[in-house]
Nanobody, 123 residues
Framework: QIHLVESGGGLVPTGGSLRLSCVGS????????MGWLRQAPGKEREVVAG????????YYADSVKGRFTISRDNAKNTVYLQMDSLKPEDTAVYYC????????????????WGQGTQVTVSS
């Protein structure tokens, strides 16, 4: 079991930046891959970015490549999502999630979820 708590969401103008944080409770946090997903009103949930257990492998959705950066600090049981050059279409609830294993792909099924944090980008 991994308990996840996100923070850092808010309202930001187009072109602005936000940094989301997600703290995990389990000792095995450092052994688990992590991901950030988002869901906008009326849309399906989509994977934004993922990172493997040691931070050496990452991937991003095409829609955020070059603008978002996922990273982790296993000493702090924390994963981050730095979001730059934000657009109104980035408005969504952002979720931190963890699968069962150390690796993650765009098709990974996530088992543990945070409560979500709202990101709103004004036009």
């Amino acid at each position: 079991q991994i308990h996840l708590v996100e923070s850092g969401g808010g309202l930001v103008p187009t072109g602005g930046s936000l940094r989301l944080s997600c703290v995990g409770s389990a000792d095995r946090f450092s052994l688990s891959a992590m991901g950030w997903l988002r869901q906008a009103p009326g849309k399906e949930r989509e994977v934004v970015a993922g990172i493997n257990y040691n931070g050496e492998i990452t991937y991003y959705a095409d829609s955020v490549k070059g603008r978002f950066t996922i990273s982790r600090d296993n000493a702090k049981n924390t994963v981050y999502l730095q979001m730059d050059s934000l657009k109104p279409e980035d408005t969504a609830v952002y979720y931190c999630a963890a699968p069962e294993g150390p690796s993650v792909t765009p098709y990974t099924e996530y088992r543990y979820w945070g409560q979500g944090t709202q990101v709103t980008v004004s036009s």
